[in-house]
């Protein structure tokens, strides 16, 4: 049985063919241009399979409200092509079999729990840190969702007593991505984060908005693991540091267990988007 | 068919006999002592009664995890004596019926979303702030739970810029609960907050803190609505200083409809906690 999985991110497109097992068949990247065309690529790569279903992990924002008359559709994007276009509806028309949508950072959480760092686990919470902050939560082989998707990135955190930044959120200036992103660090610091090396200032301030947002998902969401990822949690010395922060504000406050199995790093790298929507097309 | 519902709390312990409409029948409050004695007075009360079904909302810390060994019982509390009592097996051991327990704050947000400020959405987030600050979250009739309850009162928020308070968590100082429940109101300001008046900057600092953790929460669970609770929210004036802060914070990142609606009082009183553990025994 042949299951197609895409990952569709805002500079390229994943295309992927695997089974239920996790293991990928083939895979083709595109470059993400207008919605027609780049919809075409996606045609032309997959006219080569019969595939049972389809699973997409989607950038956003995205209308993921079974009720909603808009649902499956790309909301306000600043990439004005995409704005409004019917990517669910799109692929279920051209397909004509079960297509299953969802955020691109659940889907990324979906294959750590399949076939990563979260595969011996009933929850984990994925937070990728990266051009932008956001998380996704799977619990019992499901996706969460509220009314619309969670947006955990922007949520609220303390500053450091010895950060005077501003942070660069649009919206919420010293939010979380608004302070502890990979653009956060080049503007607060004049370079990007893997050119700053180990200075240990760097680090410790990051480490503090990143425990202290680790502290608020644990209370609320109470996840077996936590999964690190993205290109800022690339710098080694980032995981004891945040590892040993978590664990002195939660001050044994709730079970955790093993901090080095608490908080890991992700295992799948280049294919966790097509795995995880492989996976969300395979179903629980 | 009739229903029991237990709400059990740390002073007293309300049972009541109701059916699935909500409709309470009979209710009686008994003082939380040792377990022994209270179960025998819970025993006494239903004996008049043939139950198909009984629901408790619980004070905690207790395991909810079904998995576990301990599921049911009541963690550790600084009420010893009822340190691992085995709150759940008891109850079924006595009344060889199916009994539902969860915990008080998730059993309260149930009776919001059935039967009270809730009824008409699909996810509702209950906050209570009062002596300690927590929250429950129910998603399609369903409450939320992950590998141990939430503790959402424990967040990290950012401190107001005007106050120097150092907060009163024994865990963790200046989270949420430490910041603005009812005795943090009082340690800060010496007196208790239906003592203060509309100070307008009691309730500015107040409504600070509840406005940046309805901010974390909404990002990260995205409740159709949250309906906020306890004592210290019988201050009327908060309500509106709290809805323009939270406005203010999200500034229009996320979709949360006219603030009146989203952000609401609770409308059961009284009757919230048993009329909650009724509904999660009658189910979803």
Known sequence: MLIGGIEAGGTKIVCAVGDSTGEIKAK??????????????IKAFYSNYKLETLGVGSFGPIDLDKNSDTYGMILNTPKTAWK????LGRLQQHFQIPVYIDTDVNVACLAE??????RNVNSCLYITVGTGIGAGLVQEGRTFQGRSHPEMGHISIPQHPDD??????????NCLEGMASGPAIEKRHGREGHLLGDD?????IEAHYLAHAIVSYTLILSPERIILGGGVMKQDVLFPLIR???SKLMNDYVYTGDMNEFIMAPELDDEQ???GAIALAVGV
């Open 84 to 87: 409004h276009f019917d990517l």
């Open 164 to 173: 005077s930044f501003a942070g660069i959120c649009p919206y919420h200036g």
């Open 273 to 275: 988007g097509v795995k």
């Open 200 to 204: 240990s200032n760097v680090w410790e």
């Open 113 to 118: 729990y399949r076939h990563g760092a979260g």
């Open 244 to 246: 040993q922060k978590v």
């Open 28 to 41: 083709q990247s595109i470059s993400t241009r207008g919605p027609d065309e780049t919809l075409a690529e």
